[in-house]
């Protein structure tokens, strides 16, 4: 496939986030999908599997059912694109533990999608956890004196 091609198909994968449509990653990904935090087959966080990422895309939009990525920048060399995003939602639903805060939160992250044949078959996704917990009230935030 074009860059072209593969960059579109990146796009298509965000935009199942915003839309909720989840069988739509049934033409996206691979049947063998993963997308991989650590490239570590026993890490807990890696999504194998469509039916993991449909779950996962789920669990997003329960917690943040106004929930909408928008693309900032994409680049694409070979079978690879990379995909910058910022991400915007209120806190209106359980989401990693957490009760609904009614809080509009908006983060950022990279996704950086291999495609083959088609389909997106493996992906590195970074965005900022850390950050998002801290504004719910997950996490502590810590001053420095």
Do not use: C
Request: net charge negative; glycine share 8%; proline share 3%.
């Amino acid at each position: 496939m074009s860059a072209e091609q593969n960059t579109a198909l990146a796009r298509e994968a965000i935009g199942i986030w915003s839309t909720g449509e989840v069988d739509a990653a049934d033409e996206i990904y691979s049947s063998d999908y993963v997308n991989q935090q650590h490239h570590d087959p026993n890490d807990p966080r890696d999504l194998r599997g469509i039916e993991a990422m449909k779950q996962f895309v789920r669990e997003f939009r329960e917690g943040f059912p106004d929930f909408r990525d928008s693309i900032d920048l994409q680049l694409a060399e070979g079978d690879m694109v990379a995909t910058r995003f910022t991400s915007t939602g209120t806190h209106r639903g359980t989401f990693m533990g957490v009760e609904p805060t009614d809080r509009e939160l908006t983060w950022t992250g990279i996704t950086i999608d291999r495609i083959a044949d088609g389909r997106i078959v493996e992906s590195w996704a970074n965005w900022d956890m850390m950050g998002m917990m801290q504004r719910l009230g997950a996490l502590f935030q810590t001053s420095q004196e």
